[in-house]
């Protein structure tokens, strides 16, 4: 149960500035972004308590870190609240739609891992780059901003960036002489609700809509899945889950939930070993993170009052600092070793064509660099085989005495 409340506090606050700027992005008000925040961490409780009391397996949900990260690199293409919000009800339908149709799932989940690794750097480039530009602008607050997450990232790694966000706060706090804080945007302590008609803008989907669900199943649910079969469930409830926060999205979008997933990192914190030796018994530890989502909801519109009053630059120094890991996996993912060169070189292209931030005929540069990552991937591709065809024919030699045509 202690587990799960830490898992469960450490997996906001360590995340929850970077989803507020996400939404801030495309145009949500404070209190619509704070609406967002309230419904995630209440639909976050809500699935987890549910679909673990129902698997007796400690399946937790999150809302989607790098899906925020899409959201900033979006905000200079003049995108309104109400197609965002359109862009978050295709991305959760197309979540769902993976979860009941195998074929689909199959298809991406085929997705070459450099490309979605690519992309997922490329996303996160520009908002990891936020420290630095704090840093150079903001010397002292910026430097000490950073110089807190990496004591703590030393000694201790879950609780590096709330630390970092609270030292941002008390700066802002102190240099405003007690300003600031609930009441600041119009917002107050008590929770708020916030409904928005969506609209579907064809090219907002495209650019907005699609990359948030690959990134989501990219670098959340396939690792949150890969995660609990790691700690002992080889048979996850993959379907269910992808289902249920696809559902979610859905319901929530119109109160400003971009999307909802598989949680990794937290799920790594509530399913592990360190929870209970025996896997049949780590399930409450789940449920319990999901009652403290449902009490983090009563506090996020005060959350978001707090964060709002902050200068915007340190703001996003602090979710650059909370992304640097996921970043870290992406760029490892597109360049690891055991890859071909080709296909680190279209990971590579891929990655700079969606980090140059580039918006062509409205199309974002997160779908154009993943056209020109996937169009140099395939290539390159027939390159790779002829070479090992004829540098290691014992190799297709070996693929057909399997069965298995190369």
Same mark, same amino acid.
């Given at each position: ?69 899409? $959201? ?19 991305? %959760? ?7 009941? /149709? ?24 520009? =908002? ?13 607050? %910026? @430097? ?28 802002? =706090?102190?240099? &405003? ?15 708020? $609700? &916030?409904?928005?008609?969506?609209? *579907? ?10 990359? $948030? ?10 690792? +949150?899945?890969?995660?609990?079969? @790691? ?12 289902? %249920?926060? +696809? ?24 399913? @592990? ?21 449902? %009490? ?30 996921? *970043? ?13 060169? &080709? ?24 779908? /154009?660099? =993943? $056209? ?6 395939? /290539? =390159? ?22 069965? &298995?045509?190369?």
């Amino acid at each position: 149960m202690t587990a799960g409340v830490v898992g469960g506090v450490a997996g906001y606050a360590s995340s929850f500035t970077v989803v507020l700027t996400g939404l801030a992005a495309v145009g949500a008000t404070p209190a619509q972004a704070a609406s967002g925040l309230v419904v995630m961490c209440a639909l976050q409780g809500v699935l987890a308590i549910t679909v673990s009391w129902r698997t007796r397996m400690p399946i937790s949900f999150a809302w989607s870190t790098p899906g925020a990260a899409v $959201l900033i690199a979006a905000a200079a293409s003049g995108v309104t609240w109400p197609e965002a919000i359109g862009a978050f009800l295709l991305c %959760g339908a197309l979540v769902v739609l993976t979860g009941a /149709w195998p074929a689909l799932s199959r298809l991406v989940t085929r997705l070459p891992a450099p490309l979605s690794g690519a992309l997922l750097a490329g996303v996160l480039l520009p =908002l990891c780059l936020s420290p630095v530009t704090a840093v150079a602008r903001e010397p002292l607050a %910026g @430097g000490v901003v950073v110089l807190v997450w990496l004591v703590l990232r030393r000694l201790a790694a879950a609780w590096a960036v709330p630390a970092a966000l609270v030292v941002a706060l008390a700066l802002t =706090l102190t240099v &405003e002489g007690g300003s600031g804080g609930a009441g600041a945007d119009g917002l107050g302590w008590t929770p708020v $609700l &916030e409904w928005t008609t969506p609209q *579907f803008d064809p090219l907002v989907l495209l650019s907005i809509g699609v990359p $948030l669900y690959l990134v989501t199943m990219a670098g959340q649910n396939l690792p +949150g899945i890969a995660v609990l079969r @790691g700690v002992g469930y080889p048979d996850p409830p993959a379907r269910a889950g992808l289902i %249920g926060s +696809g559902a979610g999205t859905i319901v929530g979008a119109p109160f400003g939930v971009h999307a909802l997933n598989l949680a990794a990192l937290s799920a790594a914190m509530m399913a @592990g070993p360190d929870v209970h030796p025996d896997p049949r018994r780590r399930w409450p530890a789940a449920v319990t993170g999901g009652v403290a989502y449902l %009490g983090l909801a009563l506090v996020s519109t005060a959350a978001a009052a707090l964060v709002s009053s902050a200068p915007p630059l340190l703001v996003q120094a602090v979710a650059g600092l909370a992304l640097l890991g996921a *970043f870290l996996g992406g760029l490892a993912s597109a360049v690891q070793d055991g890859q071909p060169v &080709e296909h680190r070189t279209a990971a590579v292209l891929a990655f700079l064509v969606v980090a140059s931030g580039v918006s062509v005929a409205g199309i974002g540069s997160a779908v /154009w660099g =993943l $056209l020109a990552g996937g169009l140099c991937y395939a /290539w =390159l591709r027939p390159r790779t085989i002829m070479n090992t065809a004829q540098n290691h024919p014992q190799d297709l030699e070996k693929d057909d005495d399997d069965g &298995e045509s190369r």
